[in-house]
Each structure stands twice: as structure tokens, then as C-alpha cells.
């Protein structure tokens, strides 16, 4: 059971709020330097049931109110992950971590919010939900869902309306790649955006050339190469590129927001920023796995240490990293998220004897806000309200659900973290908190240390302790029409205008 799990890993597992500090709902964080991606100032935070009720200097409060001294240190918004796999079915199992272990190592790292991705059941959208419904029923945070679109009839179309307009989704992810199994042709695609684009849903895309990669592992295999490296070897860089290209060029003949999830080359990269610089609506989202690892680890002779880091698509060459992170640093990428889907090693060795059955993941949730500062901000690539805006403000915008989360403003929720710089964080396999046996930045150390995490007005991370109540994290409701459909009615317009232009023009020469 979920309790016995608690207890098992030393979390809180008292449900009554009267125990271990569970009830305490007003905080006051003094004398940090809040955070917001707009602006930051030395200020206090003032909590009461769940909301931020004040934010500026010298709050006077009574006894009554647990404070937090944050001198010294930065107060900002929770991390929002736009992109994890918890419990989810793939490749022939289940991703290791759950609602409960996932989130849990994500509120030990400052990530109070995640959006996880709904696979259909049998291609049915409302089997998936409830699925994931019940999946999520032992949440420790709050959560939204992005829904996955896997074939095409009537049926999905209409449930897509009924997901949006009854069920808080605002996003549907296409796969272009996992050939036979989560792929869609461009036939499908094209549906998928127009149905998208009319009900103000964001389309997203996982770029990869299915047949294509179905043609890279047939290589390999006859080449006798079937260990990890075949799977980056088989999936190389231009198979990215030409999907990313492809959605994109799909999108701007629909006329409709595109968002391409896990960029993790160059070529993919690019593609972006030509589309963007021509002023298509196009949002890039790296992952951890992608802006500081490299391919190198495929090629141990340890097969347990390379599996740990297969994932679609692969992790590149050394040179694609700090690309990525370049151009995360000039807005040519937005945010950041994770693919947090992990597999034990006992899971990785089904394709012991052949890459294509390794089943593909890494981990991340716990280790993104940690890794991004140090890799990003210690390193003076990006300021401290980039920071925010890459971590949490810009997903929350994009999604719909700005100012509730993604910013530290009076009535927001009150999803906070309080972050040293001067402290240090390390991360390990044997002490953290996902249920995997392994972790693929294992050793990894830097500046900067999340030391409170505040969940929904309550402190569920501090001396590094969780203290967490399944059961306790919300759903939380997206709705269509997002700002990155700002526009687009117009320039509609101006395209039918233009139509009709030749048609005035024969009409008046008649
Ligand atoms: O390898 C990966 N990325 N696994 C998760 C599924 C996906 O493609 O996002
Ligand atoms: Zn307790
Ligand atoms: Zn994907
Ligand atoms: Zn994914």
C-alpha cells in the first residue's frame, strides 16, 4: 500500500493534518530576493491556506505563522516540468516511477507542478484519462495532463473537443517516431492540427522519422551492431532534423502553434530558430539529458551503465549539448523540461542482446531545477529571472495556467522554492528519491541547493526531509486558446483575403 510505501522510504506517512506540522498553513518567508521572470526585489512572502496573500518588504505577523529566514538566498516560483512519464506503458512495461515516487523526487528537487503525457488505450482518448485519473489518485503535488494522439476516425476527433471543453486538456502530442506502435503518418498529422488549431489546443510533436529510424536499426542489426550504441547509430541527428522541419512546415500550412518536445540536436534546433525567425509560432523545448550530457556513455562496455541512457531521440555527440544551451540562452529554445521516464536496470536488460528492445527513458525530475541552475546560471549564460522563465513561468504561460502558478504575486498559488547559492547539491543513485536502481547523472555535483520546497501552502521539503500526503495533489484544469494563439484568426484572415484578391480583381475586370 501506498502508506506502507511511506513508510518504507521514511516518508511522512501521517494522513491527519494535525500531525508532523501538516496542519501549519501561513507561512511568512523573510528577507529573501523573490524571483518572478519579469522582475526581482528583496521582499517577504506571506502564505495563508495555500495562496501567496502578500509579497514585499517588512510583513509584520503574529505568533501563529511559521517563519523561514531566506536571507541571503533566492525565493522563487516552483519548478514546472512540462514533460514526464509516470506509470506510463511503453515498450513492452511500465515506467518505474508512479504519481507517488515521481512526484516525491520532483518536490525533493523544487519541482512543485508537472504536466504528464495521457496515452490513449486502445486509441480510445476517454479509457486513457480514466487511466491516468486513477494513476494519478496518490499525487503528493498538482499536475495537468497533455493527452497523446495515436489514430485516426471520427471518434478521436470528437473526444479531442470533449478533452478539451470538459476535461482540462489544452494539448495533444503526435509521435513521429516508434514505428508500429505510437506513430502517425502526415495524413494523421494534418488532422491532428486542424483539430487543434479549431479548438485552440496546443499541437506537439515528437520529431523523429519513423520509417526512417526503422531503417537505421535494420542497418545496424545487419552490421552485427546490437549493443547501446546502435541506438543512437541508428537514429542519427537528420532523421531529427527532417521531422522537426516537416512538423513545422505542417503547421505553418495549418496555419496553427507547434511545439516540439525534447529538441535535443542541432539540426532539430535549427529548424526552430529559421521558422521563428520568420515568425512562425514555434516553441522548442530541450530537456536536462540534452543540454548537459553526450553520447559517450552508449559505448561503455558496461552494458547495465550504457542502457541507463537510452532514449528517443538519442543523446547526441559532445558539441549538441552546448549547443542547446546556447540557444536556450537566446530564446530560440523557451523552456525546459525533462522526459522524466525512468526504467530500472532490470528493465533496460530486456535488450541485452539487442538495443531496439532496451526500453527508452532517462531520469530527471528530481535533478532538472538543480542541474539547469548550475549548468545555466552558475555558469553566467543566463540571469536569475531567465532562470524562472525556463523553469516554470514560460510552461505555465504556454499552458494556460499563468499567474496560478509560475510566479510569486499576491493570490498565485502559493508553489514556492527557496534556493541557496552558496550551498552545494550532489546527486546519487543511492539517495535519490525516484524508485530506479540507477541515474543517469549519478555523482553529478554543483552550486546551488534547493532547501524548501512549498507545495500548495505547505512546506514538503526542508532539511532534507519530505514530508508529503498522497492523495494531497490537485488536477489542475488547462484551458484552450493559450497566448500563443494570439494572431492567429488574423492572419487567417489576411490568408483568406489574399484568395480572394485574384477573384475581386477577374470579377471588376469582367
Ligand atoms: O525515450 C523517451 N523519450 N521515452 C519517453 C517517450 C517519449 O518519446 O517521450
Ligand atoms: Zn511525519
Ligand atoms: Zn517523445
Ligand atoms: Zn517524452
Known sequence: SISELNQMQGYCAVASDSE???????????????????????????????????????????????????????VMPGGIDPHTHLEMEFMGTVTIDDFFTGQAAALAGGTTMHIDFVIPVKGSLSAGLESYKNKAKKAVMDYGFHMAITKWDEEVAKE?????????????????????????????????????????????????????????QKRMIDLGIRGPEGHALSRPPVLEGEATARAIHLASFVNTPLYVVHVMSIDAMEEIAKARKAGQRVTGEPVVSGLVLDDSWLWDPDFTTAAKYVMSPPIRKAGHDKALQSALSRGI???????HCTFNSTQKAFGFDDFRKIPNG????????????????????I?????????????????????????????????????????????????????SDTNVYDGRTGKGKVEVT?????????????????????????EPYGYLFDGVEKADAAYLASLRAPVLRAQAAA
Open 362 to 381: 532517462v531520469n530527471g525530475i528530481e535533478e532538472r531545477m538543480h542541474l539547469i541552475w548550475d549548468t545555466m546560471v552558475v555558469s553566467g549564460q
Open 383 to 435: 540571469s536569475v529571472t531567465d532562470y524562472v522563465r525556463i523553469t516554470s513561468t514560460e510552461c505555465a504561460r504556454i499552458f494556460n495556467i499563468y499567474p496560478r502558478k509560475g510566479a510569486i504575486l499576491e493570490g498565485s498559488d502559493a508553489d514556492i522554492i527557496i534556493l541557496n547559492p552558496n550551498a552545494s547539491f550532489k546527486v546519487a543513485a543511492a539517495s535519490h528519491h525516484s524508485r
Open 160 to 216: 479531442m473537443e470533449l478533452m478539451v471543453k470538459e476535461n482540462g486538456i489544452n494539448s495533444f502530442k503526435f509521435f513521429m517516431a516508434y514505428k508500429g506502435s505510437l506513430m502517425v503518418n502526415d495524413e494523421l498529422l494534418i488532422q491532428g492540427l486542424k483539430k487543434c488549431k479549431s479548438l485552440g489546443a496546443l499541437a506537439m510533436v515528437h520529431a523523429e522519422n519513423g520509417d526512417g529510424v526503422a531503417e537505421g
Open 454 to 478: 512549498i507545495s500548495g501552502g505547505r512546506i514538503v521539503w526542508e532539511d532534507g526531509t519530505l514530508n508529503i500526503v498522497p492523495g494531497s495533489g490537485r488536477y489542475v484544469r488547462m
Open 333 to 339: 529554445l523557451q523552456l525546459v523540461g525533462t522526459d
Open 20 to 74: 508532523c506540522g501538516w496542519s501549519l498553513t501561513k507561512i511568512l518567508i523573510k528577507g529573501g530576493t523573490v524571483v518572478n521572470a519579469h522582475h526581482k526585489e528583496v521582499a517577504d512572502v506571506y502564505i495563508e491556506d495555500g495562496i501567496i496573500v502578500s509579497v514585499r518588504p517588512n510583513i509584520k505577523v503574529g505568533d501563529d505563522v511559521k517563519i523561514l529566514d531566506a536571507t541571503g538566498k533566492y
